[in-house]
């Protein structure tokens, strides 16, 4: 099993609908969970932290189910400039960060 | 402005022709790392740094030099490079080196894009 795996999509989206997608990870001992944003060629950058409690950020909510291992990502209205990919990324052990390969969402006008 | 450079952005070079890339942060942060993302991949880690004078490596090491001799660079080195080093890399940064594996922000540079012929 892959230590961080995600359905790279793409998840095409109507403007203004909610698209949810979630990740799994490998290591039960994982500790720090976040989703990353990266839109084409350039560099990722933070999108939020995942936290026991789950977390909303705007449009944006994170989960996280410690006993299934996955995390999910949900974002309401969406909007043209939310087309991008959204990483997760996780705590590997030994200093490390484990990337998925990242969900492709395109949002449709 | 807080941020991380990188040097070259683009480089096109021939196999065996040594180059470096360059790393610079100004957020005095203690772990910096490379990462290279391939098409279907995704990120992997290279090579990582907790402080100066120390690195270790990542998920793919081989054909890659590092080194840490100041806090604010961390040059990614490829001696003789091959066209399986062909990739878009990224270095990164992070406050808190023993949260940086576990539990902090990193901070990723532009990016470059290395092709070897």
């Known amino acids: 099993r892959k230590e961080v795996e995600q359905d790279p999509g793409p998840f095409n989206v109507p403007e203004g609908a909610t698209v949810a997608f979630n990740c799994t990870y490998s290591n039960s001992a994982s500790q720090s969970f976040f989703w990353y944003r990266q839109d084409c060629r350039k560099e990722p950058k933070l999108l939020m932290s995942v936290y026991s409690s789950g977390n909303e950020d705007g449009r944006f909510t994170a989960q996280l189910n410690r006993a299934s291992q996955y995390i999910s990502l949900l974002i309401r209205d969406s909007k043209l400039s939310d087309s991008a990919t959204y990483l997760c990324?996780?705590?590997?052990?030994?200093?490390?960060?484990?990337f998925g390969k990242g969900n492709q969402v395109v949002v449709i006008p | 402005e807080a941020q991380v450079t990188q040097n070259p952005r683009y480089l096109i070079t021939v196999t065996g022709k040594k180059l470096t890339v360059t790393c610079s942060q100004n957020m005095n942060h203690e772990y910096m790392s490379w990462y290279r993302q391939d098409p279907g991949l995704g990120l992997r880690q290279i090579y990582y740094s907790m402080n100066v004078e120390v690195t270790d490596k990542g998920d793919v090491p081989e054909g890659y030099k590092v080194s840490r001799k100041e806090k604010r660079n961390f040059p990614l080195i490829l001696e003789s490079p091959s066209p399986n080093q062909t990739s878009l890399y990224f270095c990164?940064?992070?406050?808190?080196?023993?949260?940086?594996?576990?539990?902090?922000?990193?901070?990723f540079g532009p990016g470059t894009r290395l092709t070897v012929l």
């Open positions: 990164a940064s992070s406050p808190n080196p023993t949260l940086a594996g576990g539990g902090d922000t990193q901070y």
């Open positions: 990324v996780v705590n590997g052990g030994n200093n490390r960060l484990a």
